[in-house]
């Protein structure tokens, strides 16, 4: 019985990371090389930092930990914890959205190896949550 449990477990476990690298590769079709966001300029493979998250918990408002997978169950994505103050990353991916008068600038990040962290380019800035 302990061994099936373990079997589906890990199951689960590869259908999850696998369907959220799908749903990450469906948004490619938005992403851009560069991109000019309130004067600061963001290009595919910057390293940027996280300064000190804004909300008063000390959690980053501008970014969504795995947003696809939260998404398409219906739940909000939780945000990056406090932990990360000063943490430098590497933008992996820019996505450009623009639908009608409204437009998005995602920045896309992985922490650990294959956890996507969406960073909203405009919070970011306005909230100084990173230094470019």
Partial sequence: ?????????????SAFCYS???????LDKY???TIEVLGQTFTVGDTLTFTTGSLPNGDFISTQLSPSVFL???EAPPHLTVTYNNFRFIIEKIRYVKQGLNSQTILVVYVGKKV??????VIAITKKE???
Wanted: proline residues 3%; hydrophobic residues 50%; without cysteine.
């Fill in 130 to 132: 990173i230094l470019n």
């Fill in 20 to 26: 959220q690298g799908l749903a990450e590769k469906s």
């Fill in 72 to 74: 398409s169950t219906g």
């Fill in 116 to 121: 996507p962290v969406w960073v909203d380019a």
């Fill in 1 to 13: 019985m302990k061994r099936n449990f373990l079997v589906y477990a890990l199951l689960l476990i």
């Fill in 31 to 33: 992403n851009v090389q």
